[in-house]
């Protein structure tokens, strides 16, 4: 039996997990047919969740599927060859733009103000193209080792001005979210995660691809997308990664 490893961005899997397990299933159930000569049997997506990101970053080049950040996305396209196959079509990475929960601070304040931010995040670049637009150019970035250090490092009074990524703060607990006070809300609508595919499988691509574009159309496909908030699949070609590298100039 072929046997498929499908990897998912840590962030997506934080919660809920379960929900990746019955995406595998509706891929093993209706791939199967195809991948094994019309017998219907012996081909298997098998959802591996990994920890935290260190795990992820170590074993996604190994994986055959993959929903990725932007930013792996584009370092599995261009160091390991993978191709991009569709994305949600109403899911966008965006920021939230912070402060402390007790500070009388306004957007127009952070002009040349010290920001936290996880600086390796391309939604940090995201925050900074939508501050740009607004004539607001922090004068540094203080990088932090994870969302949630950002949020501390502003509770601690280390940092007035934080940039945290919309899906993250949409988790946080109402505690954790009464440290910060929320001064914009970012709507580029420029990157977004993706499904990737490993090279060797280039000769499935349409398969799979329509597999996954067609799941909306299908009650089970669509309730299953609707567990993981999309609104339903489009077709990415690798062209769609410039947005990515235009913003990590």
């Known amino acids: 039996m072929e046997h498929w490893t499908m990897m998912v961005c840590p962030h997506d899997t934080a919660k809920n997990p379960e929900r990746w397990f019955v995406f595998a299933q509706y891929l093993t159930q209706n791939l199967s047919q195809d991948m094994a000569g019309g017998e219907g049997a012996g081909f298997s997506v098998v959802f591996k969740q990994s920890l935290d990101f260190a795990e992820f970053q170590a074993g996604m080049a190994a994986a055959d599927l993959i929903y990725a950040n932007p930013q792996h996305a584009l370092q599995l396209a261009e160091k390991h060859g993978f191709i991009p196959l569709a994305r949600a079509g109403n899911l966008y990475d965006e920021a939230v733009i912070v402060s402390c929960a007790g500070c009388d601070a306004q957007l127009a304040d952070m002009q040349q103000a010290s920001v ?56 946080m607990s109402g505690l954790s979210r009464k440290q910060v006070k929320v001064l914009s809300e970012t709507q580029e609508h420029s990157v977004h995660h993706c499904f990737m595919l490993a090279p060797q499988h280039a000769g499935q691509l349409d398969n799979v691809r329509q597999t996954l574009l067609g799941m909306a159309d299908t009650p089970r496909g669509g309730a299953i997308l609707a567990e993981l908030n999309m609104d339903g699949l489009l077709a990415m070609q690798p062209a769609d990664l410039d947005a990515i590298r235009e913003l990590k100039k």
């Open 116 to 171: 936290s931010t996880v600086t390796s995040m391309l939604v940090t670049q995201v925050a900074l193209k939508s501050l740009a637009r607004q004539d607001v150019t922090p004068a540094e970035l203080v990088p932090a080792a994870s969302w949630m250090a950002v949020v501390q490092s502003i509770y601690r009074g280390d940092a007035r001005f934080g940039i945290l990524y919309k899906d993250f703060y949409a988790g």
